[in-house]
């Protein structure tokens, strides 16, 4: 016998999950939160972690932040893994026909040697400082504490894999392997670029999660990529002709500003939860902007030449002032 | 062996007796009855008559199965951690040298469960 | 010989997938069960993009078959044009 | 350098090294031992990572493309059978208690997973075990999300599925798998691979991901089927990981054979006993059975776990010690471990049952050498008893073994009339265990084992109460008080499946289903 289903009308008991229920209300809840809110244990673990014997498995204490409910962390995006994947699937299919629109009409032929080598030079060592923030966002994923900040973490950790696999390509497409391993060279022993290494080998044993969050995502990132993706490619190089390397990099670009509204808004959270939260927050940036100013100093001078301080500046003020627009006191 | 840890590795353990307000646990289980699928675990203090636990706790436990009612105390076998051993029931556990954790089990000779299947 | 497997669900995307993993593989046994295929096969197994690709006309991506794949077993070899299951014993 | 010479096109292997290890760069600033601080301390001897072969060659643009590809399919299904009632479409509700303990007892480990992978994503030293780790923390997030949103529209309508996250970490037979991730994460990230990556992942996930969720289909659940076959696709992904790390670490230095050897008995072991309760699900909880429990060990931990020990043989590995015992158990399992459910269906958040006559004549038919003689006299026996209306519930708390955490209610290796008891005493503490096995994994590393969360002691002292209880006001009741700890609707979500709720529910909403009024 067909029975045809569709034509009950019956009444839920209860239309979320008991969890979700008690935060939001007993309503039609967004996969985002049901994916995501207390979803990471919190109670009667059994057993202490050999690496970190003086703690529990999740454990508040790995960074000197201190929250009620950590669960604030909340990504304006509601990114979940679905919507995580397909948002990037359609974003790799622009990139993938940015790709394929350089390499089928020769585009990269086209570029002025000069141009051409100085995007090799300036982006391909970038490969490596995304490598280094993929490491640090596994970190924060693995050590921070609530779903809801460690989840969008692995997400970014797996974005800068890519954005340095994207890199590895243009690598590839402009040059080919001799290029990768010049730039790696670069990375590893040129003097221009040791402060910035330094830096990222910096960042990598910071044992703080939300101090790395700050060190990496909000002023490493900050920085790197309004110079190097906004003024270097699309401004500098496409005025000389390399509009092509911009649309190679135009993943990077979407990127950056998508992620920076997520970033902001936990800086925001952290900040509004209370005043220690707040002066921790604004050390943390002082101390590592500082740090990295420094290490972008020759970056930029060997990119913009006379015009590196200048831009420099600029970067600095337009940063302090996304950092004041998150709440973080002067 | 040592638990290979970065640092000193020590185990708070979570059952030792101060944690129980003044009782001690206890498991006890009934051979052949598999119909109670494992033995039971009960708080007591250690000043318990051992003859009120086989008389006013155990029927509560085990009341339910038919083959309760035909046991025949004075030929009941006890073990005690694997051993054979003999209660004194008008003995406190404590008496008994029952201590914290000990693991009691007693066997009905003649009764095997629900249709010999040791149920 | 120990014997691999592949598991995949059925379904329309996977059967000339399937179809061609078994005229590749004359050893290869199907076993099916609700809603997936197994097929077993003595020592190894191999997957060839060339053969999909005739059968559904378009040129197959051996990538593709992450998308349908339920399980395996035995060591995996893996390029541009085979996938191979096999073990050493 | 000359652009008009047509590129050699890399091959997939050169091409990937350049995608991911070779991002990667020895540290000069920061002393590696600083940099990778969870290395070395598990004894295992690495003398070059560069020897590692990456298991499967996705970057990530073709991992989103074919994610997202399953993630569009499968959202599509979930979507579509809520929107239908897909629910009224499965056998009987008797079935749903089964998803119920997958969404209580499995998605939370695939939360735990997530974590796991994130952090031996960060610890290895080695670039290609970093980024295989990573991948696999993403999808085990996956896992976990689309079972909670796949199993979001049964919530809507039936009880027990409401509180999930908060059981896991209080429920007493859930403390079976949070222990055995628990275990697991703080292992060194070494043991965490051998753990949930090789032993977990290669020879167990099969048996609760295929034969089980072909059961789910077989049975109508069309959501459980897709999430469970999409995830085992990612699963795919992950045993060849697994055995590649094992492979790996072998490979590097023979000193490591006897520890990952240990690490591996310690892990089938702990994998076994927690599948125990996946035993009870397919002989007991499928309306309609696709195979036994017994067929499926079979086909995939002898056969299948079979090929893989003879060919780790080269390394040196035996079979873990532990397998002759499971030969001994896998007739016994499934109907031990739905006896002790029976016997406290009053403190789960699902219905137990006794099998009907045509139910019980399939297990005397797929257990011939057990199922009557031990099993059947019990069951006949509770099913009299409930019909005359006094239902069996055993009301004392049960003796837990100290590393598995199960009831103790396996029996002798070669006796089913007998309970195992094993104990050991530790700093002058007593510890039981329901198996040589489990009392092996204690007695390796009991500074660990003792601190275990029992369930059953915590209880007792007074550990499992809602906050602000007073256990000495006149008339405390301890079950209620624990059950509503629990978040546990006392009547509702635990007890009888016969006349309860959801048999009421289920059989009224599929009677206006069928009917055209």
């Not at chain 1, 089928?104 to 490598?131: M, Y």
């Not at chain 4, 997939?12 to 990667?24: F, G, I, P, S, V």
């Not at chain 4, 997202?68 to 509700?93: F, M, W």
């Not at chain 4, 790390?245 to 892990?267: M, S």
């Amino acid at each position: 016998m067909q029975i045809d289903l569709r034509t009950v009308s019956i009444k839920p008991q209860r239309q979320t999950y008991g969890h979700i229920a008690r935060r939001f209300g007993d309503k039609p809840a967004s996969r985002y939160q049901e994916g995501t809110f207390d979803l990471q244990p919190t109670a009667n673990f059994h057993y202490r972690p050999t690496w970190d014997p003086e703690r529990e498995i999740f454990d508040t204490s790995r960074t000197r932040l201190q929250m009620k409910d950590w669960y604030a962390f909340k990504d304006p995006r509601q990114y979940y893994y679905g919507a995580w994947t397909l948002a990037r699937a359609r974003q790799q299919d622009t990139a993938e026909s940015n790709f394929d629109f350089v390499e089928t009409r020769n585009l990269g032929a086209l570029l002025a040697d000069d141009v051409r080598q100085q995007a090799l030079d300036l982006l391909l060592p970038l490969r490596h400082a995304a490598w280094g923030a993929n490491l640090n966002n596994s970190a924060i994923c693995a050590y921070g504490y609530g779903t809801a900040i460690t989840q969008p973490c692995m997400f970014h950790a797996m974005d800068n894999l890519a954005i340095a696999q994207y890199l590895t390509r243009i690598g590839l497409l402009l040059g080919d392997t001799g290029s990768l391993a010049a730039a790696k060279e670069r990375w590893l022993y040129a003097a221009d670029w040791q402060g910035l290494r330094r830096y990222v080998e910096d960042s990598f044993v910071v044992q703080d999660w939300f101090e790395l969050f700050v060190a990496q995502n909000l002023v490493l990132d900050g920085l790197v990529y309004p110079l190097f993706y906004k003024t270097v490619v699309e401004d500098e190089l496409s005025l000389r002709g390399g509009t092509a390397v911009a649309m190679l990099t135009q993943f990077m670009t979407e990127w950056y500003a998508e992620t920076t509204r997520w970033v902001d808004a936990q800086i925001k959270t952290a900040c509004a939860e209370s005043p220690h939260n707040a002066v921790m927050v604004r050390d943390w940036i002082t101390a590592w902007q500082s740090r990295a100013l420094e290490a972008l100093k020759p970056l930029a001078q060997r990119a913009l030449g006379e015009r590196a301080g200048s831009t420099l500046d600029d970067l600095a003020t337009q940063f302090a002032a996304r950092v004041a627009k998150c709440g973080v006191p002067v | 062996m040592q638990v290979a840890a970065v640092k000193d590795y020590v185990g708070v353990p979570r059952d030792v007796v101060d944690n129980f307000h003044g009782n001690q646990l206890v498991f006890i289980g009934w051979d052949d009855h598999l119909m109670f699928c494992a033995p039971l675990a009960f708080p007591f203090p250690p000043t318990l008559r051992f003859g009120d636990i086989v008389e006013k706790v155990l029927p509560g436990a085990y009341g339910y199965h038919p083959d309760w009612a035909k046991i025949d105390w004075s030929k009941v076998e006890w073990m005690k951690s694997g051993e054979p051993w003999t209660p004194h029931f008008n003995r406190s556990l404590a008496e008994n040298g029952i201590g914290h954790k000990d693991a009691i089990r007693f066997r009905t000779p003649g009764l095997t469960g629900i249709q010999g299947s040791c149920s | 010989m120990s014997r691999v497997f592949i598991a995949l669900q059925t379904n329309d995307d996977t059967r000339p997938i399937i179809e061609s993993i078994l005229a590749d593989n004359p050893h290869a046994v199907p076993v099916e069960s609700p809603a997936m295929i197994k097929i077993d096969a003595e020592g190894h197994l191999t997957v060839k993009r060339e053969s999909i690709s005739e059968l559904i006309g378009r040129d197959f991506d051996l990538q593709e078959l992450h998308t349908h794949l339920i399980s395996l077993s035995g060591h995996i070899d893996e390029s541009d044009d085979e996938f191979t299951l096999y073990w050493d014993n | 350098m000359d652009m008009q010479v047509p590129k050699k096109k890399l091959g997939l292997k050169e091409r990937y090294t350049l995608m991911t290890r070779d991002l990667a760069w020895d540290t000069t600033y920061q002393p590696k031992e600083k940099v990778y601080p969870y290395a070395d301390y598990e004894g295992i001897r690495i003398h070059d990572w560069d020897k590692w072969e990456d298991p499967f060659r996705l970057t990530m643009d073709a991992y989103w493309k074919y994610q997202a590809e399953k993630e569009r399919k499968l959202y599509a299904i979930i979507d579509a059978y809520s929107q239908s009632n897909g629910h009224l479409g499965v056998t009987d509700a008797r079935y749903l208690n089964a998803i119920k303990i997958f969404l209580t007892a499995v998605t939370p480990l695939e939360h735990m997973a997530h974590r796991g992978f994130a952090h031996a994503g960060r610890a290895f030293p080695g670039a290609g075990a970093r980024v295989a780790c990573q991948m696999q923390a993403i999808d085990e997030m996956r896992h976990a999300q689309t079972q909670i949103h796949s199993l979001s529209n049964y919530n809507k309508y039936y009880n027990g599925f409401h509180d999930f996250t908060h059981m896991y970490d209080r429920v007493w037979y859930l403390s079976v798998p949070k222990s055995f991730f628990d275990d697991a994460i703080t292992a060194g990230p070494f043991e965490f691979m051998v753990a949930v990556g090789f032993s977990f992942e290669y020879v167990l996930t099969n048996l609760l991901f295929v034969p089980f969720v072909s059961g789910a289909a077989y049975n109508g659940d069309m959501g459980t089927m897709t999430f469970g076959f999409s995830a085992q696709s990612d699963e795919a992904r992950h045993m060849t990981l697994g055995l590649e790390c094992i492979k790996f670490i072998l490979e590097q230095d023979p000193a490591n054979l006897p520890i990952v050897q240990r690490w591996i008995d310690k892990w089938c072991w702990r994998g076994v006993r927690l599948l125990s309760i996946v035993a009870m699900m397919m002989d007991y909880m499928l309306p309609k059975r696709v195979m036994s429990w017994k067929e499926a060990w079979e086909i995939y931990f002898e056969e299948n776990g079979g090929a893989l020990f003879k060919d780790l043989a080269r390394y040196g590995i035996k079979m873990p010690a532990c397998a002759e015992q499971i030969r001994l158990e896998k007739d016994h399992l499934s109907h031990q471990v739905w006896a002790t459910f029976y016997n406290y269906g009053g403190a789960t958040d699902f219905h137990t049952w006794m099998p009907t006559e045509d139910e019980m004549q399939w297990l005397s038919q797929k257990y011939p050498d057990t199922f009557d003689t031990y099993y059947r006299p019990r069951f006949e026996f509770w099913r009299e008893q409930q019909e005359k209306g006094n239902r069996f519930y055993n009301q004392t708390l049960p003796m837990l073994c100290q590393t598995c955490q199960i009831p103790m209610l396996f029996t002798e290796p070669g006796d089913p009339t007998k309970i195992c008891y094993r104990e050991r005493t530790y700093k002058g503490n007593k510890y039981h265990f329901c198996s040589d096995h489990c009392q092996h994994i204690f007695d390796n590393e009991p500074e660990k084992y003792v601190q275990a969360w029992l369930p059953v002691n915590q209880i007792y002292q007074g550990n499992c109460f809602p906050e602000g209880t007073d256990p000495s006001a006149p008339g405390f009741d301890p079950l209620a008080a624990v059950l509503e700890y629990y978040r546990l609707n006392i009547g509702r979500d635990n007890g009888e499946f016969e006349g309860s709720e959801d048999h009421r529910n289920f059989e009224a909403w599929r009677g206006m289903a069928k009917r055209n009024d």
